[in-house]
């Protein structure tokens, strides 16, 4: 279980009700599915999300991976 706070509510409660309109898969259990297709989003598609949510940030450039070390400390 991952305890949420109100914001991070709203904004997933924002997403759930575009999340049909990218055309996920009936059968896909994932949470956060890609724009083409509505497959679950693969580890590339991933690290293209968090690099460009960084460099807009106007962030270090980093990757997914960095981003779970930064948290897990």
């Known amino acids: 279980m991952l305890p949420i706070g109100p914001a991070l509510r709203q904004c997933l ?5 575009i999340r049909d309109q990218l055309g996920p898969r009936v059968d896909e259990p994932a949470l956060f599915v890609s ?17 460009n949510a960084a460099r807009a940030a106007d962030l270090a450039i980093f990757g997914p991976h ?3 070390h ?3 400390t």
Request: aromatic content about 8%; proline content about 0%.
């Open 13 to 17: 409660r924002r997403y759930l009700e």
């Open 35 to 51: 724009s083409k297709g509505g497959h679950r989003l693969g580890l590339v598609s991933l690290g293209l999300i968090v690099r």
């Open 66 to 68: 960095t981003l779970r």
């Open 70 to 72: 930064a948290f897990a």
